[in-house]
């Protein structure tokens, strides 16, 4: 079995009104976005009315298997939520999604999981994209099974296809 390994995505570090478009963050890049504190005084990725697009976040990884974003709503509208798991060629691979109670500022988890994600995004619907704080990121990646065993058969099978052949020659 292959291990894995979960990755956080730590915005901690990062200054309220950061920009963090094209921003690398323990091997995932983001895309659209802004730092802002949620309503429990997390740092957290914003995108704000209107214009907001998704937030996109590419990683440098292949093996990538699953990803995970937390969100929270300013709590005035009911919203609809989604998280798409994309793979090579835009294949849509897995996707989540959740509506949210009106006047509610509760957190709310999403994930999917595929093997080999290339990118994720998540984003907000009507009737107030958005207004929606998103924290607390992580996602997995799985190691290959490494094989030790196959180099010691490979030269096993070949020095007896040789000895064969010498065999066969004298």
Do not use: H
């Not at 704000?48 to 976040?57: C, H, M």
């Amino acid at each position: 079995m292959a291990n894995a390994t979960t990755v956080d995505i730590d915005l901690s570090s990062f200054a309220i009104g950061d920009d963090m478009t094209g921003l690398t963050v323990n091997g995932a890049t983001i895309s659209n976005g802004e730092i802002r504190q949620n309503p429990a005084n997390d740092p957290s990725i914003i995108t704000y009315f209107g214009d907001a697009g998704p937030v996109r976040i590419d990683f440098t990884s292949t093996m990538v298997t699953s990803f995970s974003v937390n969100g929270s709503d300013f709590g005035a509208d009911q919203d609809n939520y989604f998280l798409e798991a994309y793979g090579v060629g835009d294949v849509l691979l897995a996707s989540d999604s959740i509506v949210g109670p009106e006047g509610s500022e509760d957190e709310f988890m999403m994930s999917v999981a595929a093997n080999f994600i290339q990118y994720v995004v998540f984003y907000d619907t009507d009737p107030f994209q958005g207004a929606v704080y998103w924290s607390d990121m992580s996602y997995t990646t799985a190691s290959p099974i490494p094989l030790p065993a196959g180099g010691l058969l490979l030269v096993g099978a070949l020095g007896g296809l040789a000895i064969a052949r010498r065999r066969k020659q004298a």
